[in-house]
């Protein structure tokens, strides 16, 4: 018998005892190979939490802002929140040019309290915030911060030729700082005069805006100021309007000129030359439905004689003023005729409180003289040729003529006796006074002025006296 047939043998022989008496071990054969995977089985019970990781980092960054628009030319307060950030007492905060930050408070970490002013000429529009804490890098939030002006025009910007005026109405949009009629607004055009407030109501003023003679050109800022508690608010609106060009027409004292003003209610500007030493006198005849005005040699309308039918001023050194013709009609387009003198300059010399006193001066003339107190009266004595005599009161460069002013005066002309031969109390829609002869005879006559004996017995003030005779 073979070995491989013995072996057969004797393993089928041991195996049932294998099995009984559980030899496996010794009876075991060499190992199969592996057999297919059974199932997977049921998942097992979750095991205890492990401990916590390390903290999350957030990027610090400017979150919010409030309020998101403010006017210029205000004391604001802004809110301003961060993410991830660690404000301290080293935080400052750049709102960029021309806004002022007054203090800053840390109310936490994340939130800042901002107390801002912002000046009027800061340029309109969004802004860039900064912040920044210690040696930390600065937070920027782009263009989250806008100013915006207080104020507009009703209407789209104007455009005003030098030496002349427009009407404009202007609209507050800040509802903490309206309007007042108690207190109205003091307006300006440019680096120009001061504009005449004409009307007023919490939202809105209608407002005169004069364009100097010599103005600059091009667009310019509209600025307001008012009053406000213990201060003033200041609103200012950029390139409100366009001044345009114009060159006065040349003119000399004692040549007249004549003209037609402009239908659409604009105005004729001339330089007018006169001897330095003397003064400029300025005439249009009654009807004329036009106005005359003077101005001193910077083209200023603050420095302008009130508008009337005539108007006078002391020739300044440049030997020229300005002469500005308007229509008083509403209607456009009234003719006229600018009758213009070089006038003596000539100032008071007391005393002469009556007649036998009288200061003798020779027309034409400009006096400047004074009612001093109660009582106080001027006399003058004047040697007429013959023909036309106009003498009238006027304002002087520091003091108006009533209502705008304290000047009220009362003025006669008397014969060489002291017999009055004419009398005026207000003239010229004021009160100044005139009396006015196409055509006198040829002799000595006396003007004597005072303090309205009516309405003003007791004031004092400083006045000019033109004596213009043809």
């Known amino acids: 018998m073979s070995a491989e047939a013995y072996d057969r043998v004797v ?3 041991l195996f049932p005892l294998c099995v009984i008496a559980m030899w496996g071990p010794a009876c075991a054969g060499p190992e199969g190979p592996p057999g297919e995977e059974g199932q997977r089985g049921a998942q097992g019970l979750q095991g205890i939490p492990g401990p916590a990781g390390p903290a999350g980092q957030v990027p610090a960054a400017i979150s919010a802002v409030q309020p998101l628009s403010v006017f210029a030319g205000r004391v604001v307060s802004v809110l301003i929140s961060g993410t991830g950030t660690q404000f301290d007492q080293t935080t400052v905060v750049d709102f960029g040019a021309d806004i002022d930050v007054d203090s800053v408070v840390v109310a936490s970490p994340a939130a800042l309290s901002v107390s801002l002013f912002v000046r009027p000429t800061a340029a309109l529009g969004p802004r860039d915030i900064l912040v920044q804490t210690g040696e930390d890098d600065p937070l920027t939030f782009a263009g989250a911060f806008t100013l ?3 104020v507009s025009l009703l209407a789209d910007p104007p455009e005003v030729p030098q030496g002349s005026h427009v009407d404009v109405t202007v609209v507050m949009h800040d509802p903490d700082t309206p309007f007042s009629a108690l207190s109205p607004p003091t307006v ?19 407002v005169r805006l004069y364009a100097d003679v010599l103005a600059a050109t091009g667009p310019v800022a509209l600025s307001l100021s008012a009053p406000l508690g213990d201060g003033t608010s200041e609103s200012l609106l950029p390139e409100a309007v366009t001044i345009a060009p114009r060159v006065p027409t040349e003119l000399t004292a004692g040549v007249p000129v004549s003209a037609t003003l402009p239908a659409d209610g604009g105005n004729h500007v001339y330089a007018l030359s006169a001897p330095v030493g003397t003064a400029v006198h300025a005439a249009l005849p009654a009807g004329t439905g036009a106005s005359v005005r003077l101005l001193d040699d910077s083209g200023r309308f603050d420095t302008a004689t009130p508008a009337g039918l005539t108007a006078s001023r002391p020739t300044p050194d440049t030997g020229t003023v300005y002469a500005v013709v308007e229509d008083t009609t509403g209607l456009g387009g009234p003719a006229y005729t600018l009758n213009t003198a070089a006038l003596n300059l000539v100032a008071e010399q007391e005393p002469n409180n009556d007649l036998g006193s009288a200061q003798v001066i020779t027309g034409p003339a400009l006096l400047t003289g004074a009612i001093d107190a109660a009582g106080d009266g001027d006399f003058f004595s004047l040697n007429h040729a013959g023909g036309a005599l106009t003498v009238s009161t006027l304002a002087t460069d520091d003091e108006a003529c009533g ?12 014969d060489e006796q002291g017999t009055p031969i004419a009398t005026n109390e207000d003239a010229g829609g004021n ?3 005139s009396v006015m002869f196409p055509s006198l005879e040829a002799g000595t006559y006396v003007v004597w002025v005072v303090a309205s ?4 017995p007791a004031c004092a003030f400083g006045y000019r006296l033109s004596v213009i005779s043809e």
């Open 11 to 13: 393993r089928a022989w």
């Open 148 to 150: 915006a002006a207080p």
């Open 188 to 206: 300006g055009l440019g680096a120009g005069s001061l504009g005449e407030v004409l009307a007023v109501s919490a939202q809105t003023v209608d």
């Open 403 to 414: 209502p705008d002013g304290p000047i009220d005066t009362y003025i006669e002309l008397l």
């Open 431 to 433: 009160w100044c006074s």
């Open 453 to 456: 004996p009516t309405y003003c």
